[in-house]
């Protein structure tokens, strides 16, 4: 899905080549969102917090939902990407997993890897996402979307809503973002939609010009 064009300088996050320098060139949102994510990609290989962060979340299901099989636990991973979080839960024996991202690109990419039931393409913000009923997942987990590039802190409520109360909200946060999203997480859990499960920090990279660790959050929906 390509919602909409922007003005862009590729010498935005190093993407500037010699034939572009210095022009400003029309290209798509889903291109934008695509070479952002590609970024990623490419260290995918270099960074390794998304194993730690599933096996965490799988420990807390396991805590939350002890009658349930994994089978039964239905996950929603927002902003799915490629697929790679969903992959480490797959893993580890999540079969239930649906898949949720702005980029019909990216979606594509995701289901060449057979491990999602359902692949959602819609926005994340602060509007409800027809497609998904509310308390529709026992858990989402969201690794590398919770950025101010990608999801404002208002729709943080929308994951709450997709989420059953009692069950979790697990995301990966950069340690410098965490300020821009620190007064929504505390005012949800003040108003009572989620109380936190855990917050710990877990290893990124171990490339010298890479963050060392990441924050991973638990939150507990109570209210949605
Ligand atoms: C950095 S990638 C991370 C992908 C994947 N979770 C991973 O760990 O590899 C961020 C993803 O979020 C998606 N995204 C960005 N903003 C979004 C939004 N507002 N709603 C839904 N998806 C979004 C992008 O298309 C991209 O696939």
Sequence with gaps: MHTGELRVSLHVRGLRNRSTANKDTTICLGCVLFLYCFEDVLQGAQVI???????????????????????????????????????????????????????????????????YKKLICAPLTEQRISEIETGEYHTMISTGTLAIAHVTPEAVEEMIRMV??????????????????????????????????????????????????????????LQN
């Design 164 to 221: 059953k109360p009692g069950g979790l909200v697990c995301f990966s946060m950069r340690l410098s973002h965490v300020k821009e999203y620190e007064e929504k997480m505390l005012e949800l859990e003040t108003t009572g939609k989620w109380e936190t499960f855990s917050k710990e920090k877990i290893p990124y990279s171990e490339k010298s010009d890479l963050p060392k660790e990441i924050h991973a959050f638990i939150f507990k929906v």
């Design 49 to 115: 917090f998304r194993k730690p962060l599933a096996e965490s979340l799988d420990a807390a299901i396991k805590q939350v939902f002890p009658d349930k099989t994994q089978s039964q636990i239905k996950i929603i991973d927002a902003g799915a990407g490629t697929g790679l979080a969903g992959l480490e839960l797959f893993k580890l024996g999540y079969t239930n997993i649906d898949a949720l991202d702005i980029s019909q690109e990216m979606l594509n990419e995701a289901k060449k890897k057979n491990i």
